[in-house]
């Protein structure tokens, strides 16, 4: 992230960097902006995955639909993104409103490990030697979600 300047995102997005501050006049305005984003895309995939907003569904399908969401290799650009928004000041708080509709807050509830192992799933690629085949992800998507008490066991994954 510290590599992000308005002259490198101009020249990997191919556009002009005049443009670019048209829009984010400052880099925290454009890192808001990039945050915002995932943000954004990450709750319309959670409510697409649930079926519902977070406020229509309990504890335990709202971290069904967290799990899932994670099965897939976390990409490097949100991994770095969430990583380097726990260093500014306003990024935590844009991300909490998410966090608080969608996940588990307290780490003593029975439902906190199984959040633990869906962000271990979504970033074991990336911190492991060896990436996971899609095989085993299934597996472990599977054996994750039986984790979650009250699930019924013929859940369509």
Known sequence: ???LSFETLAEAAGLSKSGIIYHFPTRQDLLLAINQYFIDTWEAQLEDIAGAPATDLDPGQRLRAVVLSMRDDAEPAELLMCLESRRHPELPEM?????DQWMV????SELYPVQLMAYGLWAHDHVHHSPLSEADRAHLVDAILRQIPGLPLDFPA
């Open 1 to 3: 992230m510290e590599a």
């Open 95 to 99: 991300w909490a409103a998410l966090e």
């Open 105 to 108: 807050a307290d780490p003593r």
